[in-house]
């Protein structure tokens, strides 16, 4: 009896063996089919580079507008790569109780990296012969970390590298794309340039960071009144530009207007 009890068992043994070898190879396939598909896919969609400031809207980069640029681009079939300044945020807040953190010091690539999944790149790296466009995010960080405009208004200086991505995409033709605040840094750089930057005050306080119209304004830009929803395009320059949350609206309209603008910017790489 245990003679015929080890015979099956072992019939069993190779039975799995076999079908284990099968799944194997099935596996193998599969992957590699998933590859080859993935490469053809990628070498057609147009690569979009994310520049980041950190991580968080008084510090660093909005993030709810930084998520809704790389769902809209993922989703319009293109391939977003993110960057970032390898430099010291200006300084740290306390995002729950809006203060800074003083003995606190961050840095706005390692910060970034939490938006990017650890996937983001030194901005010294990013040209235009790697990318097909270029998307600025906004939050506090465009305008302490990437400039300090927050801090110097119109007389701002902008981080050189920054200054040097958006002069090479210029004249390189491939499209821009700023929201929120981050339309000052065009507005600083390439001067005459069409932009906006939302609605002035309307007594509603729904567009409390209008003052930046005005400083816009001095540095050369022409800056046109658009809704939270509509985007400004500069065919000339090709820059795209959203308010996002210079208005004080809901999360889902600042995410429909960033759509309009990456669709846009799609459209033109396209």
Not at 233 to 260: C, Q, S, W
Request: proline residues 4%; positive net charge; hydrophobic residues 40%.
């Amino acid at each position: 009896m245990l003679v015929k009890e080890t015979h099956v068992t072992d019939h069993i043994m190779k039975i799995y063996q076999v079908h284990r070898t099968m799944l194997r190879r099935l596996s193998i396939s599969v992957v590699k089919c998933y590859h080859v598909q993935t490469a053809s896919y990628s070498s057609h969609a147009p690569k979009v580079a994310v520049v980041l400031s950190g991580s968080g809207v008084y510090d660093g980069s909005e993030i709810h507008e930084a998520s809704s640029i790389l769902v809209h681009l993922t989703r319009e079939g293109a391939v977003p790569q993110c960057y970032a300044p390898d430099i010291l945020q200006m300084h740290v807040i306390n995002h729950r109780k809006g203060s800074p953190e003083e003995k606190d010091k961050r840095n706005v690539l390692d910060e970034s990296a939490r938006i990017a999944r650890g996937q983001v790149l030194p901005l010294s790296e990013l040209s235009s012969s790697v990318a097909q466009a270029v998307v600025f995010p906004g939050g506090f960080g465009a305008a302490k970390n990437l400039s300090d405009f927050a801090v110097n208004g119109v007389s701002c200086k902008v981080h050189e590298d920054v200054v040097r991505v958006l002069k090479d995409f210029h004249k390189a033709k491939k499209p821009i794309g700023l929201c929120c605040i981050a339309p000052v840094l065009a507005a600083k750089v390439l001067g005459n340039v069409t932009i906006t930057l939302g609605r002035k005050d309307d007594g509603k306080g729904k567009w409390p960071h209008a003052g930046a119209i005005d400083a816009a304004c001095q540095m050369g830009a022409n800056v046109v009144e658009k809704d939270v929803n509509e985007i400004a395009f500069d065919d000339k320059n090709l820059v795209v530009t959203t308010p996002a949350f210079m208005y004080e609206g809901r999360f889902h309209e600042v995410y429909h207007g960033i759509g309009n603008m990456i669709k846009k910017l799609v459209e033109l790489v396209k």
